[in-house]
């Protein structure tokens, strides 16, 4: 069964400051997707990036930016420019690309506090 | 659009009464499943559904059921409700299988208390 591990239960940073949440993860398949949500206050479940394991190349949205480590089966997060908007409980989740239905699994989360 | 609706926003139930949370979407998506989200546990899967009649179980199936008689509409009943019922649950749905990395939407959730 896949597993995500996210170690780190709170962050903080400072504004225009970088952070990078930490995201790992366990699975025998060789292609499948990798995923980081943002869920603010208001419990909406929003997507910020998605990697596809076939592709070495990192995703980058905007200040998003992902570190995909695929032989350590690592994913971090990194937020450049941090702003008081991307306060928030972030999770790193895993799909399977071929079969397994709808299943995304998550991590735990971490709870990224930002502060002037 | 409206993508992913949620019905009701809160519920209180009281041990051992039934009730069903509504989840529809009008984005013609195949696929629906239903999580729910406790505290330091992140979100699990309950029940999903590949298209109108199919459904299956997730990972924390037990006291739940569903049903998929349409493609829009995907109900979660709750047949007798525990207090180990209590959770966030979130309603979500993405296209069919095939489309490379296609995003899922989620609904707003759905606080239920159980007492």
């Known amino acids: 069964a896949q597993t995500v591990t996210q170690s780190q239960p709170e962050m903080s940073v400072q504004e225009a400051e970088t952070v990078t949440l930490s995201c790992t993860y366990d699975t025998s398949e060789s292609d499948y997707y990798l995923f980081w949500y943002k869920q603010p206050p208001s419990r909406q479940m929003i997507l910020v990036i998605r990697?596809?394991?076939?592709?070495?190349q990192n995703a980058t949205e905007n200040r998003f930016s992902v570190n995909f480590q695929k032989a350590a089966k690592s994913f971090s997060l990194k937020i450049s420019d941090s702003q008081l908007g991307d306060a928030a409980m972030y999770f790193c989740a895993y799909r399977r690309i071929t079969g397994g239905g709808n299943k995304l699994t998550f991590g735990t989360g971490t709870q990224l506090k930002v502060e002037l | 659009n409206a993508g992913v609706t949620q019905t009701p926003k809160f519920q209180v139930l009281k041990t051992g009464q039934s009730m069903t949370l509504q989840c529809a979407q009008d984005m013609n998506h195949e696929y629906m499943s239903w999580y729910r989200q406790d505290p330091g546990m992140g979100l699990r899967l309950i029940h999903y559904?590949?298209?109108?009649?199919?459904?299956d179980q997730g990972e924390v199936p037990n006291g739940y059921n569903v049903s998929r008689s349409t493609t829009e509409d995907f109900p979660l009943r709750l047949l007798s409700a525990a207090p180990s019922q209590t959770s966030v649950y979130f309603c979500a749905s993405r296209a069919q299988p095939g489309l490379a990395g296609n995003e899922q939407f989620f609904g707003p959730g759905t606080r239920l208390t159980v007492l």
């Open positions: 990697q596809e394991a076939y592709k070495q």
């Open positions: 559904s590949v298209g109108a009649g199919i459904t």
